[in-house]
């Protein structure tokens, strides 16, 4: 990064976190010296407490916000139907019917989607990266007719 805009980038960080500091004193009304002197102290435990309580606030929701990134993969993958749980008609068959059939992933699926109709199983060589092992592995979760059904 060229010097002029590391210090472009600095001179913004530090600008933003002047204006957090200043907004987090005006909330937490710490910005008035010459009341803090004649404060009880009750009133700067009152303080202190609104500041532990914003404190927890931003660590909840960082750590919320760490959780839903982290297991956010998980719910979306539990949309579909388990991989392999499927026999799919290659004919008919949806892109997340086709994703469920191990070895098929998104692109592939829209791949066999493009090359319709197929006369049978061994038509989806002609699909780039379909081939000899890779055809055998999926011919037990495909068929061309039919519906797609629950496998046994």
């Given at each position: 990064m060229p010097r002029r805009q590391a210090h472009s980038v600095l001179s913004v960080m530090i600008t933003m976190s002047n204006n957090l500091y200043f907004k987090?004193?005006?909330?937490?009304?710490?910005?008035?010296?010459?009341?803090?002197?004649?404060?009880?102290?009750?009133?700067?435990?009152?303080?202190?407490?609104?500041?532990?309580?914003?404190?927890?606030?931003?660590?909840?929701?960082?750590?919320?916000?760490v959780w839903l990134?982290?297991?956010?993969?998980?719910?979306?993958?539990s949309f579909g139907p388990p991989e392999g749980s499927l026999i799919v008609n290659i004919n008919a068959a949806s892109e997340a019917e086709l994703v469920s059939v191990p070895g098929i992933g998104p692109t592939r699926a829209a791949q066999v989607i493009a090359g319709r109709p197929?006369?049978?199983?061994?038509d989806l060589e002609k699909i780039a990266g379909i081939a000899g092992k890779t055809?055998?592995?999926?011919?037990?979760?495909?068929?061309?007719?039919?519906?797609?059904r629950q496998r046994n």
């Open positions: 987090l004193m005006a909330i937490l009304d710490f910005d008035k010296h010459r009341r803090a002197k004649r404060q009880s102290k009750s009133a700067r435990k009152f303080d202190v407490q609104k500041l532990l309580i914003a404190a927890g606030a931003v660590i909840a929701l960082a750590s919320a916000t990134i982290r297991d956010a993969k998980d719910v979306a993958d197929y006369k049978s199983v061994d055809l055998e592995s999926l011919r037990p979760f495909v068929t061309v007719d039919g519906e797609t």
